[in-house]
C-alpha cells in the first residue's frame, strides 16, 4: 500500500509505533521497522543524550530500515536537555522524529536543518494546524481514545480525523484506538494516511517489556482505562490498577485544588515498576480503550501482516462488494 506516509518516511506499510514509555527500546523500534512500519525508540526513556545515542546504535545493528526516535516535550520547569538528545538524533542519522507534548517549534531550525521529518502529535485541529505552521511534515491526529495524553478537548477519532482532514494540507496518520485492518481502512477514510499504534504493540512477542504486562492487555477490556490528573490539565488515560484507584481517591478528596506532589507514589517512577518488573497495581502507566480489541500476543511481524491482509479484504471485498451490490455476510464484520 502507498500513502503519502510510506513515502514521506520511506516505509512499506503506512504504520507508526507511537513513542512509549520503558516500552520504545531498540528490539521494539526494529521489530516494527523490519516488519515494514515505522518504529520509533522513546527518547526521554534514555536518561542521558549519551545513552540515547547508544540505543540508536543498537537498533541500527537489529534493522537496516528507517525508524525514528520520540521526542516528549514535557509540561516541566526543568527540561531535559532537548539540544543533546537532538544532537545525539542527528549524529545518529535519524531522518525520522515523532515530537509530541508542547509544541516542537523551539527545535524545528534544528531538526530540519539535519533533513529531519518531523511528524507532531496532536489532540486537537488547532494544534495541528499549528504544526503544519511551523513547518512539520506530517501530524499524527492524537484521538480521545488514545492511551497516554488525550489533552483536554477530548474529541475521539470518529470526528477528530475528518475535522483535520477538512483543514490540513500535510499527510497525517490517526492515532488512538487503532489496532487492526478496520482501524486503518477506517482511518484512511476519513482522510488519514495511515496509523500510529501505542497499546496495540505492547501486547507483542517482541515487545521488550515483563509478561505480566502483556497478559493484563489480553485480560482488560474496553471498560478498563480511567482518565487522571484532569485536575491538573495534564489528563492521562491509564489502566486501572490497585495504584490508579488510590489516585483516583486522591484526586476526588482535593478536587480542584490537588497537586502533582499530592500522587508522586501513584504517577512517579511507576514504568520501571510496571514494564520491568511486573508490578501491575503500581500506579499509572499509559494504555489505551483500544485494549478492548486485543486478544493476542503476536510477533510484530504477524500482526501487520494481519492488519495489511485484513485491509486489503476490507477494501476489495467487503467495501467494493457494497458497490456492486453483493450481500455481506456478517462474517466479513469481524477479523482475524
Ligand atoms: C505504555 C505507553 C507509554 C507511552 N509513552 C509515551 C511517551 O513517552 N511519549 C509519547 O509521545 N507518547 C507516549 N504514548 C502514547 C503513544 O505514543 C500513542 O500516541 C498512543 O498510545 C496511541 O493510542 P493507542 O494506545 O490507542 O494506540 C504512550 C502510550 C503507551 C500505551
Redesign the pocket.
Known sequence: MKTAITELFGIQHPII????????FAEMAAAVSNAGGLG?I?G??QKTPELLAREIARCRDMTDKPFGV?L?FLPTLSDPPYPEYIAAIREGGIKAV????RSPEAYMPALKAAGIKVIH?CTSVRHSLKAEKIGCDAV?V??F?????PGEDDIPNMILLPRAADELKIPFVA?????DGRSLVGALAMGASGM???????ATKEAPVHDNVKQALVKATELDTVLVMRALRNTE?VLRNKGVDELLEIEREKGASLKIDDILDQVAGV?PKV?VDGQMDAGA???????GLIRDIPTVKELIDRIMSEAETIIRQRLTGFLDGKVQTDKARAVA
Open positions: 509505533q507511537g513513542g512509549m514509555h520503558y516500552v520504545g520509533i522513546t526521554l526513556t520520540n516528549t515523532e515530537t509530541a507534548g502529535k499524527s492524537d484521538g481514545e488514545c492511551g497516554g495524553h492515532s488512538g484506538g487503532m489496532a500510529n499504534m501505542g497499546t496495540r504493540f505492547v488515560r514504568y514494564m502507566w499509559s494504555c489505551g480503550m483500544v485494549v
